[in-house]
């Protein structure tokens, strides 16, 4: 039973994870890898921060999760 929620749960985060990933902004490509990208790095603020805060506790409970998941027979 046990077992079973779980991989509900991890099903559920991973999902939420990619979504989270995909949402966020990335002003600069490829460009700015081989210095074409002029960019400044500024602060996060409101929404972004909140999604960018999201993704690191998601991807922290699908970690979790998933060692949860090996020691779960």
């Known amino acids: 039973m046990f077992h079973t ?3 509900y749960f991890q099903l559920v985060v991973s999902i939420l994870l990619i979504l989270s990933i995909l949402v966020q902004n990335r002003s600069s490509g490829l460009s700015s890898t081989f210095g ?11 929404a ?3 999604l960018f805060n999201a993704t690191i506790i998601l991807a922290i409970l699908f ?3 998933a060692i ?3 020691f779960v027979s």
Do not use: D, N, P, Q
């Open 63 to 65: 970690v979790l999760s």
């Open 68 to 70: 949860a998941a090996l």
């Open 5 to 7: 929620l779980l991989k």
């Open 36 to 46: 074409g990208g002029g960019t400044i790095h500024v602060k996060k603020r409101g």
């Open 48 to 50: 972004e921060k909140v």
